[in-house]
């Protein structure tokens, strides 16, 4: 079997007959799935190798991992076509619900940033109400960062100390911000965003562990 998967991995990295990367990764998860079923350590051994390989090819590795979780696991639709490739020798099925899994989820996660796009716009347009631009930029920074400090702040907005202070505090007084530790240790970050950071993080951990 070792020897299976090495010739399976070097066609992978080294194939020059332009075979589509989703193919060969799907090709990997039906072999993964037929000569190792998921049980175990073979489970979290699939996920990594698909999330690493996805990553090397310029993959969302996201949306390829909800497939390799676990045999069992897996949508009917795939379980399905993984047995009637089986039956018939023939991987064509599979390969097809493969795609046709991972285009559905293109489309899933379309709707949703063009949902979350709306959101932010609609938040801007309130911001631009109640704060100046500085606090606005910051609000927005915060949302895709975990935390800033004054003077990360100070010198982002080329602005003086006070000024710093004032808009920060401003902004902890409405509610938009919350802030830990003390004198030069003090940073500011949006409510629950931290402990969302931390528990993406531990849910990871115990994902692999």
Do not use: C
Request: glycine share 4%; aromatic share 12%.
């Amino acid at each position: 079997m070792r020897y299976h998967f090495n010739d399976l991995f070097n066609w992978i990295t080294n194939s020059t007959v332009g075979t589509h990367k989703l193919i060969q990764l799907s090709i990997l998860l039906y072999e993964l799935i037929d000569k190792a079923p998921f049980y175990g350590g073979n489970q979290i051994t699939a996920i990594l190798t698909l999330k690493l390989l996805s990553k090397a090819y310029g993959l969302n590795p996201h949306n390829i991992l909800p497939l390799g979780k676990a045999f069992f696991t897996i949508s009917e639709d795939i379980q399905s076509a993984y047995k009637i490739s089986k039956s018939k020798r023939d991987i064509t099925m599979f390969i097809e619900a493969i795609l046709y899994s991972l285009s559905f989820t293109a489309i899933e996660v379309s709707k949703k940033l063009t949902k979350e796009y709306d959101n932010k716009v609609n938040i801007r347009k309130l911001l631009d109400n109640e704060l100046n631009p500085r606090q606005v930029k910051v609000v927005e920074y915060l949302n895709n960062n975990l935390k800033i400090t004054r003077q990360e702040y100070t010198k982002m907005m080329g602005v003086s100390f006070m000024t710093s202070y004032r808009d920060l505090q401003e902004l902890l007084d409405k509610e938009y911000i919350n802030q830990k530790g003390k004198g030069r240790g003090t940073y500011y970050f949006i409510p629950d965003s931290e402990t969302e950071q931390q528990e993406k993080v531990e849910r990871e951990i115990k994902l692999y562990s």
